[in-house]
């Protein structure tokens, strides 16, 4: 494949930087979060964090977020590259940045929202989630299904976006970015629907992995 060329402008630069950090700090912290809750926790710690633990959030993962959908809206019917294997990242990346950002813009209202206003307990998280894992329509899990795809969609376009970020930037060369961006994205998709599974059926951590 032909090497990932060096960012053509500083918005450029900032657009990935806006991806790559948010959404790395947005996995790590909700898989942290799950898997606090799969080892016996009683609460999701993240969730009763306090003033301080939400303005970080604020600043350093919901604003940053939403200058990097807003630019990536923008950019979305630019040109795409030339040669292929650049064409087919960003294919890839627009496509699973979309998905993402529905699959983002539905946990903040069907979670984080509640909590913060207040009908939703901490405490009562982890078995609203295991009940809607659970949940099936006609004998099938979609709320799960769809968590799947959306954890999916989330781990991809990280990965994706911080093997660019790491080539542009000149930090690592294509083959260890590569390498390094799909360990990250394999390892975030495998703990995330290892949660999903788990809340679904029931299972702890321990349980689960052995």
């Known amino acids: 494949m032909t090497p990932l060329v060096p960012p053509r402008s500083r918005g450029q630069a900032w657009f990935e930087l806006t991806g790559v950090v948010p959404l790395g700090l947005f996995v790590v912290v909700h898989l942290a979060s799950y898997a606090s809750v ?57 496509a699973s940045g979309g998905l993402a950002l529905a699959f983002i813009a539905a946990h903040v209202a069907y979670f984080r929202v509640p ?45 994706l976006g911080l093997e660019r970020f790491l080539c542009r930037s000149g930090i690592a060369r294509v083959r260890s970015a590569r390498r390094f961006s799909f360990l990250v994205a394999g390892l975030s998709f495998c703990v995330g629907s290892a949660t999903v599974v788990a809340l679904a059926t029931g299972s702890t951590l321990p349980r689960f992995l052995y």
Request: net charge neutral.
């Open 38 to 94: 799969l080892a016996g926790a009683d609460t999701f710690g993240v969730a009763s964090g306090g003033v301080l633990f939400l303005v970080l959030e604020v600043a350093l993962v919901w604003l940053p977020l939403a200058i990097h959908a807003g630019y990536g809206l923008r950019r979305l019917w630019a040109r795409l590259e030339p040669d292929p294997a650049e064409r087919a990242r960003s294919v890839v990346l627009r």
């Open 115 to 159: 909590l913060l206003r207040g009908r939703i307990a901490p405490e009562d998280l982890a078995e609203l989630l295991a009940a809607r894992f659970s949940s099936t329509v006609d004998g099938v899990p979609w709320f799960a299904i769809v968590h799947l795809l959306g954890v999916a969609a989330v781990t991809a376009h990280l990965g």
